[in-house]
Structure formats: C-alpha cells, structure tokens
Nanobody, 126 residues
Framework: QVQLVESGGGSVQAGGSLRLSCAAS????????MGWFRRAPGQEREGVAG???????EYADSVKGRFIASKDNAKNTLYLQMNSLKPEDSAMYYC????????????????????WGQGTQVTVSS
C-alpha cells in the first residue's frame, strides 16, 4: 500500500524559506515519478515540481528559480526547498507518486498521479 506523508509546512513572511518533506513507503520508491502540487482556496490543483527516477526535475514557471525539488532514495523521501516565498505561494501542498516512467508533457499534471499525501499548509504573509 502506497503511503505518502508530507511535513514541513508552516507560516512565513514574504521572502522567507521553507523545506517540505514527503516520506514515502509501500512501493519501489526509486522507480516512481514524483511530484509536488498545490491548491489555493478556490483554485484548481496545480503542478509545482516534478522529479523522475533519475532525479531530473521540471518546474512550473511560477516557481522556477525559487523552488528546488530533490529526493533521497536511501531515505525514501522527497523534498521541496522553497525560497523567496511570495504570498501567492500560500496553499496546501501535496506530494504525489505515479508508477512507471515520467514524461515531461505530463509530469506536472495532477490527473496523471494515482497516489497522494494528505497535504501540508504553507502560508506566506506580506
């Protein structure tokens, strides 16, 4: 049974940083496509960052240069380092996993992911 548990969310002022973690279990972590997504109140869930089994990453334009996704296969943990945070980054953040190889045209599409964590809240104040 695939389980994903996020942590590291919180409240921070604009310009600050947070690091989210996603602990994974129940599957061959290293061979899955992993992603970070977020949903702000009243908005659709959007892709933030994706990372494939080799560690290659893809980012939404809104976070490029500010967010860094990484993973530690030995710890079965996915990370999202968020720097220069803006109020518009405030949202519930989720990690997700998709079985099999990643393809760049869908790595940031939430409908391609079958397994989801419960989310962690990030609030950025101005």
């Amino acid at each position: 049974q695939v389980q994903l548990v996020e942590s590291g969310g919180g409240s921070v002022q604009a310009g600050g940083s947070l690091r989210l973690s996603c602990a994974a279990s129940g599957y061959t972590y290293s061979s899955y496509c992993m992603g970070w997504f977020r949903r702000a109140p009243g908005q659709e869930r959007e892709g933030v960052a994706g990372i494939d089994s080799y560690g290659s990453t893809e980012y939404a334009d809104s976070v490029k240069g500010r967010f860094i996704a990484s993973k530690d296969n030995a710890k079965n943990t996915l990370y999202l380092q968020m720097n220069s945070l803006k109020p518009e980054d405030s949202a519930m953040y989720y990690c997700a996993a998709a079985e099999g190889p990643c393809y760049w045209w869908w790595i940031l599409l939430p409908e391609k992911y079958a397994f989801w964590g419960q989310g962690t809240q990030v609030t950025v104040s101005s």
